[in-house]
């Protein structure tokens, strides 16, 4: 099974910029969606963004669109996760996960599928 390895975080001020990565471990994320995913303390898991298995169609919730953008690079077998503007509230485990997204269908959502890594901690200082 696909085991995901994210890196990239830090502490930042609030406004910076920081860009996330991650890696398989164990297999490869070749033909599969990718998401990100992030909890912050006491709170659920939330979806961030999502990219396709191809990369020509992306998601991002809607109160990130403009701050977050997802990208990949199957040469690499990597997703990227570019965060801008970055404000206090973004603070949180960041995590990548295969997805299941029914990328065609207007509405559809995407939904974790894969094994959860170690994330990687995003913490923004105002």
């Known amino acids: 099974q696909v085991q995901p390895v994210e890196s990239g975080g830090g502490l930042v001020q609030a406004g910076d910029s920081l860009g996330l990565s991650c890696v398989p471990s164990?297999?490869?994320?070749?033909?599969?969606?990718l998401g990100w995913f992030r909890q912050a303390p006491g709170k659920e898991r939330d979806l961030v963004a999502a990219?396709?298995?191809?990369?020509?169609?992306?998601y991002v919730v809607d109160s990130l669109k403009g701050r977050f953008s997802i990208s990949r690079d199957d040469a690499k077998d990597t997703v990227f996760l570019k965060m801008s503007n970055l404000k206090p509230e973004d603070t949180a485990v960041y995590y990548c996960?295969?997805?299941?997204?029914?990328?065609?269908?207007?509405?559809?959502?995407?939904?974790?599928?894969?094994?959860w890594g170690q994330g990687t901690q995003v913490t923004v200082s105002s």
């Open positions: 164990g297999g490869t994320f070749s033909g599969h969606a």
């Open positions: 990219v396709n298995w191809s990369g020509s169609r992306t």
């Open positions: 996960t295969i997805v299941r997204w029914y990328s065609n269908l207007m509405g559809s959502v995407p939904t974790s599928l894969g094994s």
